[in-house]
């Protein structure tokens, strides 16, 4: 219980500090950069934390021996990533690689919420960011940080700026190649028109999502066959008995939530009709985890951004202060809950216990 009492105390105070606004926006603010210290000093001190901590130990002092001669030639994906592990952890060990990590992690997140989506909540968005998201970072760390990159990413979409939009993406893919699937995220925006697609073009993109869904081992036969650098991602086409994807059905509560307040929320932002549909998408890439879990992590890169600013939102379409709480408190309950009841009751991904140091060797 202690345990989760740290992970509850680090997040819901670090979600306070975060949601402080300055009167002044042009001046540093320096409650909300002591919130990002602390959860960036969390993660980098964990111990022992994660299922895959020891394997990303392993990957650390791999590349972190590798002389800069034979770098370039021995790395063969996931160039960024590699590049961090060794430019920190020669310096600083796991703590300032973890650190790094971290931040890369939170900070694009951040960025986005706060310069992009002024009105959305901030303690229920970063709410659903620490709970759903960063810790899993404790795991799939790499992937977490493109998926938060491709996040701050999505600005370009909406201001119609393809080449930063593209090049965001390239630096996502140098830390986790799965990020090539926010491409045709581009296509969800008119922008011609300046607003979200709708009608047949809106029809057609997640018809062939559920398509490509559906038939996603074919898919991946075919894009593993034509890209060298994708070859290993060849095994997700065999099905996996692991998981039972239980949580599913938890996100497609969520999406006929939204979508029953779905007239509203638009009505508070031009992007809300993108952000139904990558929740959309989402759900149905997490249909995959039914055959494989591994496959189903790409929604990641889908539902976060989705999750943080649809129930960022919602509190919003209530005109009474009081109505505007309760949403807000019920809906970090529903998130809270969610990581209780997988960290804690489950005891999935190995958060639990939490070990803390910053000085001892792995």
């Excluded at 709708?198 to 593993?224: E, H, P, S």
């Excluded at 034509?226 to 070859?231: A, C, Q, S, V």
Aim: charged fraction near 15%; proline fraction near 3%.
């Amino acid at each position: 219980m202690i345990d989760l009492l740290i992970y509850l105390a680090v997040f819901i105070g670090a979600t306070l500090f975060l949601n402080f606004r300055q009167e002044n926006d042009k001046t540093i603010n320096v409650t909300n950069i002591i919130g990002l210290i602390a959860i960036i000093i969390f993660a980098a001190g964990r111990y022992h934390v994660g299922t895959d901590s020891g394997t990303y130990m392993r990957i650390f002092e791999r590349f972190g021996a590798i002389n800069w001669s034979d770098f370039f030639h021995i790395v063969d994906s996931d160039y960024i990533f590699a590049l961090l592990i060794k430019l920190t952890y020669p310096l600083g060990g796991r703590v300032l690689t973890w650190g790094t990590v971290a931040a890369l992690t939170a900070i694009p997140a951040y960025l986005a919420l706060r310069k992009e989506y002024p009105k959305v909540s901030v303690t229920v968005a970063f709410t659903i960011f620490l709970f759903s998201y960063y810790a899993i970072g404790f795991n799939v760390a790499r992937q977490m940080i493109a998926v938060a990159i491709c996040f701050y990413g999505l600005k370009f979409i909406f201001a119609n700026n393809l080449l930063p939009f593209f090049l965001t993406t390239i630096i996502a893919l140098g830390f986790h190649s799965s990020a090539i699937i926010v491409l045709p995220m581009w296509f969800l925006w008119d922008h011609k028109n300046n607003s979200p697609i709708d009608g047949n073009k809106r029809f057609f993109i997640i018809f062939a999502t559920a398509i490509v869904c559906a038939g996603y081992q074919k898919a991946i036969d075919l894009f593993t066959g034509g890209f060298d650098y994708y070859e290993s991602y060849g095994v997700y086409a065999v099905e996996s008995t692991r998981g039972q994807n239980r949580d599913i059905y938890i996100y497609i509560l969520e999406l006929f939530l939204i979508l029953s307040f779905k007239e509203k929320l638009k009505a508070l932002d031009s992007r809300i009709g993108v952000m139904i549909d990558l929740l959309t998408i989402s759900v149905l890439i997490g249909l995959t985890g039914f055959y494989h879990p591994q496959v189903k992590r790409l929604a990641y890169y889908y539902a976060m951004p989705a999750r943080m600013i649809l129930f960022g939102y919602l509190s919003s379409i209530f005109a009474n202060d009081r109505s505007q709480q309760i949403i807000k408190i019920s809906t970090i309950i529903w998130f809270v809950a969610q990581f209780i009841l997988i960290v804690y009751i489950l005891k999935q991904a190995n958060l639990i216990p939490y070990h803390f140091n910053l000085t001892k060797p792995w």
